[in-house]
């Protein structure tokens, strides 16, 4: 059983920023990876960011390159989202999962959830 607790919301003005955190407990196997969804009012969860446990690497979707970084420290198991420049189309519900192989996709694939963290960001 793995738990995920994101942590790092709030409430941001338009090109602001934000860091958000993940802390995993329980048996993470280093061959999946980390990801962060998100979910806006009226949409469906869609695929932010995912990073690798073993080696680092990440693959970000199209809409957050050059604008979010995605960072690990496997000593504390936690993973960080940070997120510069946002935007209002940045509001959402983000969350934390641990998620199959492979790294480059932006399918579920998940295997567990965090609870989500609410990401507001005003015009």
């Known amino acids: 059983q793995v738990k995920l607790v994101e942590s790092g919301g709030g409430s941001v003005q338009a090109g602001g920023s934000l860091r958000l955190s993940c802390a995993a407990s329980?048996?993470?196997?280093?061959?999946?990876?980390i990801a962060w969804f998100r979910q806006a009012p009226g949409k469906e969860r869609e695929f932010v960011v995912a990073?690798?446990?073993?080696?680092?690497?990440?693959y970000y979707a199209d809409f957050v390159k050059g604008r979010f970084t995605i960072s690990r420290d496997n000593a504390k198991n936690t993973v960080y989202l940070q997120m510069n420049t946002l935007k209002p189309e940045d509001t959402a519900v983000y969350y934390c999962?641990?998620?199959?192989?492979?790294?480059?996709?932006?399918?579920?694939?998940?295997?567990?959830w965090g609870q989500g963290t609410q990401v507001t960001v005003s015009s």
């Open positions: 999962a641990l998620r199959r192989p492979p790294l480059y996709s932006t399918i579920s694939n998940v295997l567990y």
């Open positions: 990073i690798s446990w073993n080696y680092g690497d990440a």
């Open positions: 329980g048996s993470t196997p280093t061959t999946y990876n």
